[in-house]
Nanobody, 122 residues
Framework: QVQLVESGGGLVQAGGSLRLSCVAS???????MGWFRQPLGKEREFVAG????????SYADSVKGRFTISRDNAKYTMYLQMNSLRPEDTAVYYC????????????????GGQGTQVTVSS
């Protein structure tokens, strides 16, 4: 089973940038991968992701134009570059891999461990 480890969170002022990393161990081809976040007291929500082929990306409307998802297959690492951060981006961010191969629906995501906290101050 693929293990996911996130890193890169922190405290940043509004308008600042952070880059999150997710290192995967194990085979990830054929699986959609992406990032979710969970603000305190709220539901976990999709942020950005690759489709199972790794060729197409999608973003939540709230982060379009500010966040960029990328990956380095040679390093088994996925990134989330977050620019123009806002206080409402404050959340625990989780790396995710879809449990079902060849599926882009995100009905059954599997998450990394603790996630990484991102806090944006106003």
């Amino acid at each position: 089973q693929v293990q996911l480890v996130e890193s890169g969170g922190g405290l940043v002022q509004a308008g600042g940038s952070l880059r999150l990393s997710c290192v995967a161990s194990g085979r990830t081809s054929m699986y959609a991968m992406g990032w979710f976040r969970q603000p305190l007291g709220k539901e976990r929500e999709f942020v950005a992701g690759f489709d199972w082929s790794g060729k197409s990306t999608s973003y939540a409307d709230s982060v379009k134009g500010r966040f960029t998802i990328s990956r380095d297959n040679a390093k088994y690492t996925m990134y989330l570059q977050m620019n123009s951060l806002r206080p409402e981006d404050t959340a625990v961010y989780y790396c995710a891999i879809n449990s079902v191969p060849y599926d882009n629906s995100w009905r059954n995501p599997r998450f990394g461990g603790q996630g990484t906290q991102v806090t944006v101050s106003s």
